[in-house]
């Protein structure tokens, strides 16, 4: 069996953390997301026990600009307490947070770092209007873009809509629309699960409740307990809905939404992660990272070549998993890579999914990779994917292990 692409990057077992996931215009709508990822990453560290003066390196994940982010990751390591800390900024569309983690590996594993701090954060909300002056044209004018719709909305590249390469894939594959409503329903009824016992999953890593302050900074205007813009789900409510695209598939129930939220992780040697870990007999390892794009306009088929890739490189097959959770925009996206790579559609996504709690692009991929890793601890531990498709027809895929 081939060495594992990383072999000392490594995970605390409950060094890590996540806001609920609030729906784009809810509770965190006029939250600076930088600012308020420092906030809530100061909360976990404290509630974990961990210093942020064991950080030597950051790595931040954003990918809707907020003002003076230009600073990135020096402003935001100041603002959670390591100003001695520097390091990179990604924004890589959906696939942020895998990248995220993968540059953390990378660092450890040539020995440029011993302990990372990995932070994704986004605020689909209220995204800015962007003016590109150009005197050159006619009248001097320039040009216009809203960040965050403009983009959804066209591939410059590819010249279509997201909803538009889903599309795309689902009659390619034959993916009709009554199995994108089943599929659906079996992933809203699965994040039910994660409600459970007082929400006692989700409990193992989110950070609530969250006061939400005024203006002012003192007067607090929400409390958010839990993810926000859940809607409920039924077969017959998704039968009713109509296709977003005349002659189409997909329905606003089967697909994701923009939301708002940030996660944070620590990603160190094997050594730190027993000795910062919250139980020292599980091990967390990071094995493997690998990306991948597919033809033009399909972009939910480059989840299988990344996850081939990353399994190949991490030294298993897919029967070798023994949890897989994706990144799922459309609910196309899993019926074609369960199809692809013979997965059982039913086992993916155990606890639920963006595809129910919402997508706020940088730390979408993170928080699905930390409920992987509490997935795997209930098993007993084994092997773990994480895939998930990007911007620009591509996709992003981690493997980890966990023993103990």
């Known amino acids: 069996m081939p060495l594992p692409s990383f072999q000392k990057a490594y995970i605390p077992y409950g060094a890590y953390w996540s806001t609920p996931f609030c729906r784009w215009q809810g509770s965190f ?14 909360r976990a560290l404290q509630e974990r026990g961990l210093s942020p003066g064991i950080f030597d390196n950051i790595v931040m994940g954003i990918t809707v600009p907020q003002k003076s982010s230009f600073y990135g990751a020096p402003w935001l390591a100041g603002m959670v307490g390591a100003p001695h800390v520097t390091g990179a900024a990604v924004s890589q569309a959906c696939a942020t947070s895998a990248k995220c983690v993968s540059l953390a590996a990378q660092q450890l594993e040539v020995g440029a770092s011993e302990s990372v701090l990995v932070m994704a954060c986004d ?22 873009e809203d960040w965050v719709w403009d983009n959804f909305g066209h591939d410059p590249y590819a010249h279509n809509s997201m909803l538009q390469t889903a599309e795309n894939v689902a009659r390619e594959a034959g993916i009709t629309r009554e199995s994108q409503d089943e599929v659906t329903l079996v992933r809203c009824q699965q994040y039910q699960d994660a409600l459970k016992n007082g929400s006692a999953f989700l409990r193992k890593f989110m950070v609530t409740p969250i006061e939400v302050k005024g ?25 009713r809905l109509k296709p977003v695209l005349p002659g189409g598939t997909v329905t606003y129930g089967t697909q994701t939404y ?58 298993i097959e897919v029967k070798d998993l023994k949890a897989v959770k994706t990144h799922n925009p459309f609910a196309v996206n899993d019926i074609y890579m369960a199809q692809e790579l013979g997965l059982d559609l039913n086992a993916m996504n155990e606890y639920g999914c963006s595809l129910v709690w919402g997508h ?45």
């Open 29 to 42: 709508a006029n939250l600076h997301s930088m600012e308020f990822a420092a906030s809530v990453a100061r």
């Open 123 to 144: 605020r689909t909300s209220n995204g800015p209007h962007v003016y590109y002056p150009n005197p050159l044209r006619s009248g001097g004018t320039g040009e216009a």
């Open 215 to 239: 203006p002012d900074g003192r007067k607090s205007i929400a409390t958010v307990t839990g993810d926000e813009g859940v809607f409920p789900t039924t077969a017959e409510g998704l039968a």
């Open 258 to 315: 923009p939301a708002d939220g940030n996660v944070g992780m620590v990603v160190t040697t094997k050594d730190k992660a027993r000795e910062l870990g919250r139980d020292k007999g599980i091990t967390v390892q990071v094995l493997a990272f690998a990306e991948a794009r597919a033809k033009v306009g399909f972009m939910a088929q480059a989840t299988v070549p990344a996850a081939r890739l990353a399994l190949s490189r991490a030294g």
């Open 360 to 404: 706020p692009q940088g730390p979408t991929g993170l928080r699905q990779i930390i409920e992987l890793i509490e997935i795997l601890v209930e098993r007993g531990g084994g092997y773990g994917l994480f895939d998930g498709c990007a911007a620009g027809d591509s996709a992003a895929a981690v493997v980890i292990k966990v023993s103990g």
